[in-house]
């Protein structure tokens, strides 16, 4: 009996911890890559090629001029375009309502250092609490943004460089 009540409190605990956690959050990734801001901001804007550098990422639809659908390891997600600056800003938001969680992406690409100062924002809202209890202590807020940015630098490490001439 006291092993079930003890089972009992500690889901109590916890609902009433991933419950207080909030519902919006914001998060940030960065990473230097040595190419310039036009080269990185075309293998991102390319949506349809995402399945060659992304590894989590299995297929892509385009559904119109704004609208794709990614079919990756987490599932399928139908995403819109809702700002596109060539070599300085895109942005994506999830038009599924259904999901559990919500947000956008914006990507940055700044000159830095002869390369690409890409950083990724993360606008999210999370309504399910088991996705939210997951997102904030499991994969952190940053975890997708971070493999997303190594993807790309694999990416250009990949590709042949230029040799200079002797």
């Not at 997600?77 to 956008?104: C, H, K, M, N, W």
């Not at 606008?123 to 904030?136: A, E, H, I, Y």
């Amino acid at each position: 009996m006291k092993i079930v009540l003890a089972i009992v409190i500690i889901i109590a605990v916890l609902f009433v911890v991933v419950w207080r956690i909030p519902k919006h959050h914001t998060a940030s990734a960065s990473a230097l890559i040595p190419r310039s801001p036009a080269e990185v901001y075309a293998v991102v804007r390319d949506v349809a090629a995402a399945p060659q550098w992304r590894k989590d990422v299995t297929r892509v639809e385009l559904l119109d001029g704004n609208r794709f659908r990614e079919q990756a390891k987490y599932g399928v997600v139908t995403y819109e375009i809702v700002d596109d600056a060539p070599a300085a800003r895109f942005q994506t938001r999830i038009a599924d309502q259904d999901l559990g969680y919500s947000g956008s992406w914006t990507y940055r690409f700044a000159p830095e250092n002869g390369g690409t100062r890409v950083t990724i924002t993360e606008d999210g809202d999370v309504s399910n609490l088991f996705f939210r209890f997951m997102s904030r202590f499991v994969f952190g807020y940053d975890g997708s943004m971070k493999k997303v940015l190594g993807a790309l630098a694999a990416k250009f490490d990949k590709e042949p460089r230029p040799s200079r001439g002797r």
